[in-house]
């Protein structure tokens, strides 16, 4: 009776701890919540939640076995880690490394709103101090113009949770596509911040606008097209 119970258990605390893999999918920003959760292939315990915090408060958080990362989306706040300050407007990105912490205020009378993407190593890693945190701000990032439209490049690097990491951010003209749809080992986020877009995913139609996320696992074909006729842009990351 006993083995009984405690196989009851087990397989309680076991199934509460699993969490299932994210599917490819299309996942509204258009309110505060989270997102997406789950699992991927490079990394575990992923959330992806749109938050909004108010002047009058700081928003906390400590990374002790996780990274993540902070994307403005309205207004603009002040971000404080153990390794560095800096204002940062909206389209700007903070990565915070394992081990660190964040502190986030608004900067304007106004809230700001912020995505937070956060995530943990499947495999260990060890970077050692080169993966620490930093920061890429929107205005300091050039903007290299191609027949298409054009794409502000924020980091390619090591991280303290992935062996490589790279993150830009594609501006479409209107009624353009991106490339035909392709497939690569990485999954890869999309992050729309400006326009009205389609993600073709394993032969299905997406649509999303700004604020509004794709997840796409791996190889997964894809491709995404502008839709509007005016411009749009969207941040496209992938890790592994």
Not at 136 to 160: A, I, Q
Not at 188 to 207: D, N, P, Q, R
Request: proline residues 4%.
């Amino acid at each position: 009776m006993r083995y009984f119970i405690l196989l009851f258990l087990c397989l309680n605390v076991c199934s509460f701890n699993a969490q299932s893999s994210i599917n490819s999918n299309v996942f509204s920003g258009q309110m505060p919540g989270m997102l997406f959760q789950g699992d991927a292939t490079a990394v575990k315990n992923v959330t992806f939640e749109l938050l909004k915090n108010s002047t009058n408060r700081t928003y906390k958080k400590s990374f002790k076995k996780h990274e993540g990362i902070v994307f403005i989306k309205k207004g603009s706040a002040e971000i404080q880690t153990n390794t560095f300050s800096k204002t940062l407007t909206s389209g700007s990105i903070a990565l915070i490394s394992q081990g660190d912490k964040l502190k986030l205020k608004s900067t304007a009378d106004n809230p700001v709103e912020f995505y937070l993407f956060s995530y943990r190593s499947i495999s260990p890693i060890n970077q050692g101090d080169t993966a620490t945190s930093f920061a890429r701000v929107w205005e300091d990032l050039r903007f290299n113009k191609h027949e298409r439209g054009g794409v502000r490049n924020f980091f390619s690097k090591p991280t303290s949770q992935t062996k490589r990491f790279e993150m830009h951010v594609t501006t479409l003209l209107g009624g353009l596509p991106s490339h035909p749809p392709h497939t690569h080992p990485a999954e890869e986020i999309i992050l729309v911040i400006e326009g009205e877009t389609e993600m073709e995913i394993g032969g299905k139609a997406f649509k999303g606008v700004a604020g509004d996320v794709y997840f796409v696992k791996s190889q997964e074909p894809h491709g995404i097209k502008n839709t509007g006729k005016n411009s749009c842009s969207y941040f496209a990351f992938q890790w592994e």
